[in-house]
């Protein structure tokens, strides 16, 4: 592996300084075909305003420059993101789920005949909310192993193609995830409202024995839920233009927003972040 020391790292990197800039060396380079690839960014003001790659290699094409600048630049976004929206994600409450879950059983063994008229729809959402409850845990693992490869990027101050490709696939599962997710709460919501409306047939002393659950199940299936649950979606159903597209149900649609994420990452890359390299354009 062809590795330069810092002064020569500096001394590259200051032929594309510009006046009033300072000067950040990332503390791992990008590793491939014995070749290294430090990542300089160049600040003014505290912002970013250019990139250099820089490797010891004289005659790097456009090409390795430009890939190396793309899988560092990845690598950071992604574990940027993870920080910025899955630990959010990870927070989100489940119990007010977990709690409605345990009414309805309870309910059930208390009005049988009642709810024997709804079984399908009432064994349907509880399946549907166990998917719900189970996504933290899902994205904690996905997270800690993020984290794994963060860390041995760091230590080893070498970042590989393969690491990039891991952590993309993370990132998906992530999305992945939370759109699966989000469908599974719309379908919950349609459930849960053919139950209220079962349950409104209900006498005066059933209903005072369910009550806590048809506060639930109306917070749980209201229009508000709705629009919130739709307006996540919709940040999952965009081109890499920004245009809205409908994805297949199932796991055909989770393959196509794996094939759209990498496009839309691509494109990012191209038009919003390639510009910013200044040794190679």
Known sequence: MENMDLNNIKSKANEYKKIFENIDIYPYCYCEANTSYYYVSYKRFNKI?????????NNSTKHEVINAFKMIYTFNRIMSEAIDQMVPDIRKPVSVLQEIKILITEAENRLFKVFEKIKSETNELKTILDEIIDFPEKLI????????????????????????????????????????????????????????????????????????LLSHLKL?????????????QSTFEKDEYGN?????????????????????????FENNIKHNLRNFK
């Open 49 to 57: 305003s250019g990139v250099a790659i820089l490797t010891e290699k």
């Open 141 to 212: 693992i996905i997270l800690k192993e993020m984290q794994a490869i963060e860390k041995s990027v760091l230590d080893s101050k070498c970042l590989l193609k393969e690491n990039v490709e891991r952590m993309m696939e993370l990132n998906i599962k992530h999305y992945q995830i939370m759109y699966s997710q989000g469908r599974a709460q719309l379908e919950g919501i349609k459930k849960a409202r053919i139950i209220l409306e079962e349950l409104a047939q209900v006498n005066e002393s059933e209903r005072k024995e369910i009550n806590q």
């Open 244 to 268: 809205k597209i409908t994805l297949s149900q199932g796991e055909k649609g989770l393959e196509e927003y794996k094939e759209m994420f990498y496009k839309r990452a691509n494109h990012i």
């Open 220 to 232: 749980f299936s209201a229009e508000r839920a709705v629009i919130d649950v739709n307006k996540s």
